[in-house]
């Protein structure tokens, strides 16, 4: 709470919209109590927060707050009355060093972690045999990954480390960058991972797609916004005889889709919706990536944002 307490000592705005992640919302009374003793008046956003990508620009206005604060992730955009606090979570550096050592006697091992572990990498980064890499415009930190954008690995190495807990980081790291990834618990377990099943089902599932009429879905949300790769991928599709219907939505929900008379979906927005979510879903749902690898636009399978930023120019826009 400390990084919040100094925001809160300084900032001018009075009138404050509360984003927290899910796994904060327990303490949401802990941190309203906090605002309270600068003498603020705060606003909870009970929406899902799910990364830097989504500030809810449209509930400040809402509900006449004149700033965001915005829990758990690392900046994205500079928005005028936004404010990120990152949220630092507790490891044990020594296990994970000790892990990282036995990694490296392997080949020259390429750290990264998510951003609520990054104050390991001053600890650990120096290493023998271990490389840092720097950020991309999404995430400017160095080492520091998204589920959607990898570039911090864009390093030369013969292996990943991947330094916290869930699957879809080392998931995209690894297929990503195609080398063996290991990921490394908060408190030292080191577990290969490997993610050639799911590789196949998602191959499975592109090649099986076979209707000529595409749903493609362009988020609204202000950092999942692809609306200039949306339309080139509608232009290249209608080019190949598909059929295309555009949409756009904030949330994603398979019910939104329950009618709607496409063969298949394409989304451009987060990509954990159609590679964490896609079995909800009653019609196939891609990603960008995987619809231009059908159309033979793209020649290997990935995740995330670069990849189609690299071909096309066209990411998420930064707001104005
Ligand atoms: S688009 Fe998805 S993976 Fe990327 S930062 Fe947002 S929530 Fe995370």
Redesign the pocket.
């Known amino acids: 709470m400390e990084e919040l307490e100094a925001l809160l000592k300084k900032m001018p705005e009075r009138r404050v919209l509360l984003q927290l992640p899910d796994g904060l919302k327990h303490k949401v009374e802990e941190f309203v109590e906090l605002f309270r003793k600068y003498n603020k008046e705060v606003i909870v956003d009970v929406d899902p927060s ?5 500030v809810r620009i449209n509930e400040m206005r809402a509900v006449g707050a004149e700033a965001i604060v915005h829990v758990g992730h690392a900046p994205m955009f500079d928005l005028p009355n936004v404010y990120y606090v990152e949220w630092r979570r507790p490891a044990d550096v020594e296990k994970v060093r000790r892990a990282l050592e036995e990694l490296s006697s392997k080949g020259r091992v390429c750290l990264a972690t998510a951003v609520n572990f990054r104050w390991m990498l001053e600890e650990l980064e120096g290493m023998e045999n271990v490389v840092v890499g720097g950020g991309s415009w999404r995430i400017p930190l160095r080492g520091v990954v ?4 990898t570039t911090a690995c864009n390093v030369d190495a013969d292996l990943n480390a991947f330094v916290g807990d869930g699957h879809f980081h080392p998931l995209a790291i690894e297929i990503n960058t195609g080398r063996p990834t290991y990921r490394i618990s908060p408190d030292g377990k080191v577990e290969r991972v490997s993610y050639e099943r799911f590789l196949r089902r998602r191959l499975a599932l592109v090649g099986s797609v076979d209707g000529k009429r595409v749903g493609i879905i362009v988020s609204s949300k202000i ?2 916004n692809r609306n200039p790769l949306a339309q080139e991928l509608a232009r290249e599709a209608r080019k190949r005889g598909y059929e295309v219907n555009l949409y756009v939505s904030d949330y994603m929900d398979p019910l939104y889709l329950l009618g709607l008379p496409d063969d298949f979906f394409v989304y451009t ?4 919706v159609p590679l964490d979510d896609w079995e909800r879903y009653e019609k196939p749902l891609l990603t960008p990536e995987e619809f231009l690898y059908k159309l033979g636009l793209l020649k290997k399978y990935s995740i995330g944002w670069i990849t189609a930023l690299r071909r096309s120019g066209s990411g998420a826009s930064r707001p104005g």
């Open positions: 799910y990364g830097a990508c989504d998204l589920g959607c954008d950092g999942q927005g987060c990509p954990r």
